[in-house]
């Protein structure tokens, strides 16, 4: 608000705000600014304490009160409330604001606006939750939901004293536009925030980080919201979600439903439902059929019909389970939970038993009669897909093309550490099972999974061709002699690749903001540590294969070509059959 004078009204004021049909009981608890002109406040009821900013008629800018009910509020400069059928209580409104057709807007005193809800993410019983609040990272929320006892112990105290230091305002921010909503009560908006046509918003907060004239936060038509936090997201076209956080660059769209689910950047869901679920950076569902439950997901794609199954009817619905980075699913799959899916598949079918299949990324995943994952492993690297994911994920990310400051740390590399680290063991794994032989099916059986004898020789020579390319990548322009060695397990941590010591080490930190700092440190130090680590990997044995890695490198970027090329053709083909 400016730095002007409020005054309280003279007796003459009142008057002829009276003929202009507006109510008070007690004027003497009405202030205005000494600029405003009285005409612009037509039809108001006051109640309470309320001080009213400057209102022009020469700006050129509508303003004005007009055909309300004001209660207790603090309300700035060049504003404009225009038909307000309830209440407008408690608020804190800033300058430029737009509020129109409203049926009601309050505040309590001591509203959390949304911060501190418990998301009970994974498991749907409420023993994981996540708590929420603005600035919420991805990997701050995988500490809590994959560590609940130390969540409980150590951070919550630390989160609920931060959460007095920094409670939300009971506001709304300069510039900001409300129009066509229904009932908002103890909605912390932002500056530049716009609302249009929310059905009911309770307990929530839209904030709004980037510069000015970039504000992507919004909240549309028919959207029914409860216990939310929704940052640089846009959430509309009668979404309905209870507890919940949707982060940066993140949209809900055409009728999606969520409870206990945390959305991170750039997710995309229209049309189906998540419950109890943690879709970590650019995960997608776009069908009206898909439910995605229980589960951890990145930079997924769900095809329709997909599901999951999370509740086995004996101790409830505790079941959950860890989609990695990169899966794609087909029309109809369906995955029993607990389990996981190794990074860059792709699920096809009905898996009914419990499937690990972290150990070989990019493969196919078939489901046989009985339920039992058939695997053909690395079937997937040599997709081109898998090109044009790795560009254009940077590419859509809406918080670079905002200049938001960005709150999850990504790695957007295909291949990358925990991938390589899986299939390095995987090859080992093949070696194992060759050695044993296949089993009275004509298969060989590894944890419940089941893998051909070609696809395990087929897939053996595409991992071998994948770490070869990497490696290369890594080092053919690299002085390694000058770098030091270093065995390190690896974590993809919702987007974020670490070594596991480094996590190991952030359970064992008593403030936030060390916590915040060592993520940060590690995501600085990527590719330093990852430099140590190959070094590791070829002294392992693999420095001896180098003088075909220049050749793997070549055949691998050929073979993704020549899918693209394939591709197109297959394309062409299906146009032509089109054509008039």
Known sequence: MSPHNFVILTDADIQNLEVQGCQCRDWSRVQVSVNTDLTLIRNVRFYGDVRIGELTRNSGKEQGIYNAVIRDCDIADNVYISNVGGELKGATIGNRVRIENIGRIVFDAEADCGQGVAVGVFDETGSRPVYIYPGLTAQMASLMAYKPRWTEDVLLPLLQDYFFENQLPTSIGDDSVIVDAVSIENVSIGREVKIVGALNLKNGAVINNAPKGLCLAYIGYGVNAENFIIEDGVVSNGVVMRNCYVGQGAVLDKGFTAHDSLFFANCACENGEACAVFAGPYTVTMHKSSLLIGGQYSFMNAGSG????????????????????????????????????????????????????????????????????????????????????ETKWPARDKRVNLRLPQHDNIMFDVLNPPIISSMLEALRVFDDLEAKGVEQDGMYHYNGLRIKHSSLIKGREVYRIAVLKYLYDKTHDVDMSAIESEQIEWVDLAGQIMPRSVLNDIYEMESLDEISEAFNQAYNDYSSAELRWVKWVLEQGWAEQMSEAEDAARQFDADIEADRLRSREMLSQHNNLLSL
């Open 306 to 389: 997909t599901n999951s199954s999370n509740h086995m009817y004996k101790l409830g619905p505790i079941h959950w389970g860890v989609m990695q980075r990169g899966v794609k699913t087909s029309s109809g799959a369906y995955m029993m939970w607990g389990g996981r899916v190794g990074a860059f598949s792709l699920l096809m079918g009905a898996h009914k038993r419990h499937a690990d299949t972290a150990l070989f990324p990019f493969s196919y995943l078939f489901a046989d009669a009985d339920g039992y994952t058939i695997v053909v492993p690395g079937v997937m690297m040599k997709s081109c897909g898998l090109k044009r994911d």
